[in-house]
């Protein structure tokens, strides 16, 4: 004789399958949705839909800002440039101003490079997914130091802290760490990654050292889903630049500034490369 098997209800169905108890509440897994029966009905609700999709640009750089990381002003041009009387007198109005990268962007802006310079740029993860930033590394274009006019006012105190350091004239530069007695041999992402979440931001701050003329561009490799895609990092488009400086002797210009300026003792002003004292004095 054929036995009857009662026909499983939906709560005895929806029990076969994967599920887990929330508060009281059992969720199951039903194609690809999320689904709740209520401890009191057989009722089948629907929670949410499947998970969102990795996009192209997960992370974007938020803020980006060139720094000088030297706390003296030392800048060098690619010519001899000589500033008029009325520009001078700018730039040393703007060399006394509180806002210490106001002169950096003014001496870009003419024509100059830095000898120590960083950037600080903000990275945010503008998906719905997790991302984990797996590395930072350069893509950097080097030649000879430029040889032109050099605005020369060297540091007199501690270099601002950051977070990585690329030594451009290594043979392969990774992004150092300070370590105790110095600047790290490895990278920092050798042992560490960067997880964002949705919406979350991170702030680096990175230098860059060379005794060349250098154009780079930082490249942050990202992993979302198993997929790595990469951000380029730079001055809106254009590379960033820095420079190495050559012997004063063979400039054709310099500006000493500060105490290196034994006639202000403080202000820029013309100084002959070739009897130039490269010291500094007390005024």
């Known amino acids: 004789m054929r036995r009857h098997h009662p026909k499983p209800s939906l709560r005895q169905r929806l029990l076969g399958k994967p599920a887990l108890v929330v508060g009281g509440a059992l969720l199951t897994v039903v194609t690809g949705t999320v689904a709740a029966v209520t401890s009191d009905a057989a009722k089948l609700v629907v929670l949410a839909s499947p998970s969102p999709s990795p996009i192209a640009k997960p992370v974007v750089v938020a803020a980006l800002k060139i720094r000088d990381l030297d706390p003296g002003d030392t800048f060098v041009f690619p010519t001899a440039y000589r500033p008029d009387p009325a520009t001078l007198r700018r730039i040393n109005a703007v060399r006394a101003s509180a806002d210490v990268d106001e002169l950096a962007d003014l001496m870009r802006s003419l024509g100059g ?8 740029f903000v990275l945010e993860n503008v998906s719905k997914l997790d991302v984990r930033i797996l590395d930072l590394r350069v893509d950097a274009d080097c030649r000879e130091p430029l ?6 006012s060297p ?3 501690t270099e601002m802290l950051v977070d990585l350091s690329f030594d451009l004239d290594a043979r392969h530069p ?7 007695y110095g600047w790290s041999e490895k990278s920092w992402f050798d042992t560490q990654t960067v997880l964002l979440a949705p919406g979350e931001q991170q702030v680096f701050d990175v230098q860059v050292e060379t005794g060349r003329y250098c154009e780079y561009r930082l490249v942050a490799d990202v992993l979302q889903k198993q997929k790595t895609v990469t951000l380029t990092i730079d001055d809106g488009g ?7 400086m050559r012997p004063l002797k063979e400039a054709p210009a310099l500006y000493p500034g500060s105490l290196w300026n034994h006639d202000t003792c403080d202000e820029f002003s013309a100084a002959d490369p070739a009897t130039y004292v490269d010291e500094l004095r007390l005024c």
């Open 238 to 244: 254009a590379p960033f630049r820095i420079t190495g």
């Open 147 to 152: 040889g032109g006019t050099v605005f020369y």
């Open 174 to 180: 990774v992004p150092r760490f300070m370590e105790k």
């Open 113 to 120: 490079v830095g000898v120590a310079v960083g950037t600080r």
């Open 155 to 157: 540091p007199q105190g």
